[in-house]
C-alpha cells in the first residue's frame, strides 16, 4: 500500500510537471518554434483537426514557418485557422503554401508572457501541493483505520515531503529556463 501510494503522487507530480511544460511550449518567445502552432484546429471537411495532421510545419529560419498542406484545397481553411487564432501573426499565402513571420517582442509584451509564465508555474506548484496533500490525507486515514503504523506513517510522510520539494525545484528550473529564453533578446 505505501510504495503504490508513493507511485501514485509521484505520477501526479510528473503530471503537473509535463502538463506545465506543455503549455510553456505554446508561450512564444523570439524564436519559430512548430510548437507555438500546436494550438491551431482547422476545419478540415466539418472537422476541426490539428494543424499539424493537415498540413507539413517547417521553420526555414528563426524567425519564420513554412506551413505546406497536405491537400491545396485546405489553403483557405488554414489560413482563416491562423487569423482566429490569437499568435499575432499574418499569413502570406502565396497559392501552394502559407509563410508566417514571427515578429519580434517589445518589451512589454516579453513582461507580459513572462506574468503569463508565473500564472502557469503557479498552477504547476498548486497541482504538485495537491498531490501531497492529498496523499498525506491517505496516510492519516490509514493510520486512523490502524492499517499503517505510526512510524511508517511519519516516514511516508517525509518521503512525500522530499518528492514534494523536488518536483517544486523542477517546476523552478523549467520556469527559470523559459523566463530566461522569453526575457533574452
Given amino acids: ?3 503504490d501510494l508513493k507511485k501514485r503522487t509521484q505520477d501526479r507530480m510528473d503530471k503537473a510537471l509535463q502538463a506545465l511544460q506543455n503549455e510553456l511550449k505554446k508561450i512564444r ?3 519559430a518554434q512548430v510548437s507555438m502552432l500546436d494550438g491551431i484546429k482547422v476545419n478540415y471537411y466539418g472537422q476541426l483537426s490539428p ?5 507539413a510545419i517547417s521553420c526555414p529560419d528563426a524567425k519564420s514557418f513554412l506551413i505546406a498542406p497536405w491537400e491545396p484545397s485546405v489553403l483557405k481553411e488554414i489560413e482563416q485557422a491562423i487569423i482566429k487564432s490569437e499568435l499575432g501573426m499574418a499569413p502570406i499565402n502565396d497559392g501552394k503554401v502559407i509563410r508566417l513571420k514571427v515578429p519580434d517582442l517589445t518589451e512589454d509584451r516579453r513582461k507580459d508572457l513572462v506574468k ?3 500564472k502557469m508555474v503557479e498552477d504547476a506548484r498548486v497541482a ?8 498525506n490525507e491517505e496516510v492519516k486515514k490509514a493510520q486512523k483505520d490502524k492499517t499503517v503504523s505510526e512510524d511508517e506513517a511519519k516516514k511516508l ?5 522530499k518528492m514534494t520539494d523536488d518536483y517544486i525545484k523542477k517546476v523552478d528550473g523549467v520556469s527559470d529556463e523559459k523566463e530566461k529564453s522569453i526575457l533574452t533578446l
Fill in 1 to 3: 500500500m505505501l510504495a
Fill in 29 to 31: 518567445t523570439g524564436r
Fill in 51 to 55: 494543424l499539424n495532421q493537415v498540413s
Fill in 116 to 118: 503569463q509564465t508565473k
Fill in 128 to 135: 504538485v501541493r495537491m498531490a501531497r496533500r492529498d496523499a
Fill in 157 to 161: 510522510e517525509t518521503d512525500v515531503q
